[in-house]
């Protein structure tokens, strides 16, 4: 059994989960009122973390580099372990054990109705749905620590933003929603690191006539050194993937025969690009436009310079 490192998780970043978390689909399929309940019943159980076995390549590097992030970073948790598969399998038989554990895995391959392929997921171990999954935009012979850093801190600022909405009065909105305006403010004091493979030619002219603060037009190293580091004062950009899980559908076969079942995969519904904190890992500001077109494996979506234009305006 392990005791995380810390348990304050601040709520400067709950509005901004919330919507983050609208395109998605298990939003869509589970509604608000669940996600929440489930949410704040995460929070409340032992979290099981479940390590690779050998369906994936590079397994027992992948398990250091989790355990690892785990043990730096997980703050939802007091009590939490790691285990294997079958032992998951094991507990999730036994019906009293099952409801008085959550769980965190990752998943090369995708369930219909469920998850998609290459996410981290988090649930219920009595739930056969799991509550909510995200993304890791790499392919899995090149992951990194912060590629999993990442993606783990995702999924807890969505847990921690659904858990505690119940609790929110009319004046806690108010109050959040000036700490937000707060934290997009406060990107002014820090050197923002915007990703090169999203900016064209247009955006450059704009930031070096336009934007007033400190900035730099990085590769994704660089980005993931800060993110590493935890580096004070800087902030950085970087995109999400809201993707649906696969599902199954009926169609009738073309010449009249009977009607066969069809699984469709894994669909992406959109890419978010947000500035983070390099600190914190808390999401500052999410731009307005999300995009649609993605290569799987390396986010490779241009912004547009309008979407910098509302960053400016909002600063100033």
Request: aromatic share 8%.
């Amino acid at each position: 059994m392990h005791l995380a490192k810390s348990f304050t998780m601040k709520k400067l970043t709950t509005l901004l989960a919330l919507v983050l978390l609208i395109s998605t689909s298990t939003y869509a399929q589970m509604g608000m009122k669940k996600l929440m309940e489930e949410s704040k019943e995460i929070k409340e159980r032992i979290l099981l973390v479940v390590l690779q076995d050998d369906e994936i390549e590079n397994f027992e590097q992948f398990n250091t580099t989790l355990k690892s992030v785990i043990d730096n970073n997980w703050v939802l948790h007091e009590d939490y372990k790691f285990i294997s598969r079958e032992e998951l399998k094991t507990l999730r038989k036994n019906k009293k054990e099952a409801k008085n554990h959550a769980y965190l895995m990752y998943s090369s391959y995708a369930v219909v109705n469920n998850f998609p392929e290459s996410s981290f997921r988090i649930g219920l171990l009595d739930k056969k749905i799991c509550t909510h999954f995200q993304m890791i935009d790499s392919d899995e012979d090149t992951f990194n620590t912060v590629d999993i850093l990442f993606t783990i801190q995702r999924l807890q600022e969505i847990v921690t933003g659904l858990a505690d909405y119940k609790k929110m009065s009319k004046s806690d909105f108010k109050n959040i929603s000036k700490k937000q305006a707060e934290q997009v403010q406060a990107i002014k004091g820090k050197t923002l690191l915007i990703d090169e493979d999203i900016v064209n030619d247009k955006t450059r002219k704009l930031l070096e006539s336009k934007y007033k603060y400190a900035y730099k037009i990085v590769s994704k190293k660089e980005i993931d050194n800060a993110i590493a580091k935890k580096e004070k004062d800087v902030a950085f950009t970087k995109a999400i993937i809201q993707a649906s899980a696969p599902t199954r559908s009926n169609k009738r076969n073309t010449l009249g025969g009977e009607a066969i079942t069809v699984r469709n995969s894994s669909s992406i519904t959109a890419i978010i690009h947000s500035i983070y904190d390099a600190e914190t890992g808390n999401a500052i500001y999410a731009f307005n436009m999300p995009k649609s077109k993605v290569v799987l494996g390396g986010i490779n979506s241009k912004m547009n310079h309008k979407d910098f234009e509302e960053l400016i305006d909002a600063l100033d």
